[in-house]
């Protein structure tokens, strides 16, 4: 059983729509973080959130923590073809627990 | 410019080898690495927590006399797998910063013929 879900598992969408990924969990985080991965390298790290109700922005790219500090979701406007690539949540349940991720969204993004 | 460095990003060889990845924090010291193994298409699942000066914490399932972890020292951290077989073939990455992974390597695509 996975402790971080998310949805969808994959997206393709044609370039200049809105798009929004969710991570859910029922465990409560003390963080959590949103990675993309493109094919052959490793994860980049995009935001890490703490608080719950947080939003951060990061361009086109708007993050969200849940309340609860349960889950989270990460919105695009506007996609572009750069934005391809394997999305993938991760959190820690304290501060000193190991990071573990969820099974992360494939996104597409068609010119 | 990349904070955390591993080497080498593709190896290809013979069933029965022993294959050695290194992970390098290049501007930190890092106590603390983690090794992930990801098949295609998929997320990272956690292999094992490298401690610097103690023996590797591994998670459940995995071998710790197949995936050998050292950590010497306070910048490099390496993977050994031994005597890899096909199945051992997956992309292999790490990653540093403190307790909670914050920087990862390239990744390293392991190939057993």
């Known amino acids: 059983t996975q402790l971080l879900e998310q949805s969808p598992q994959f997206l393709s969408i044609q370039e200049g729509e809105n798009l929004t990924v969710y991570c859910n969990s029922s465990?409560?985080?003390?963080?959590l973080q949103w990675y993309r991965q493109e094919p052959g390298e490793g994860p980049v790290l995009l935001v890490t959130?703490?608080?719950?109700?947080e939003v951060k922005k990061l361009k086109r790219l708007t993050f969200q923590f849940g309340d609860a500090r349960k889950d989270s979701s990460l919105h695009i406007t506007a996609a572009q073809p750069g934005d391809t690539g394997l999305y993938l949540c991760?959190?820690?349940?304290?501060?000193?627990?190991?990071?573990?991720f969820g099974p992360g969204t494939s996104l597409s993004v068609i010119p | 410019g990349a904070v955390v460095s591993q080497h080498p990003s593709r190896v290809i060889c013979k069933s029965g080898t022993s294959v050695k990845i290194e992970c390098r924090s290049l501007?930190?010291?890092?106590?603390?690495m983690f090794w992930y193994r990801q098949f295609p298409k998929q997320s990272l699942m956690l292999m094992a927590t490298?401690?610097?000066?103690?023996?590797?914490?591994?998670e459940q399932g995995v071998e710790k006399d197949k995936f050998l972890i050292n950590h010497a020292s306070l910048t490099l951290s390496t993977l050994t797998v031994t005597s890899a077989h096909p199945e051992d073939s997956s992309f292999y990455i790490c990653?540093?910063?403190?307790?909670?992974?914050?920087?990862f390597g390239d990744g390293t695509r392991l190939s057993i013929l």
């Open positions: 990653s540093a910063g403190g307790v909670q992974p914050q920087h």
């Open positions: 465990s409560v985080f003390s963080s």
């Open positions: 959130v703490v608080t719950g109700g």
């Open positions: 991760a959190g820690a349940r304290t501060s000193y627990d190991k990071v573990i």
């Open positions: 501007d930190f010291q890092a106590t603390t």
């Open positions: 490298s401690n610097e000066g103690s023996k590797a914490t591994y």
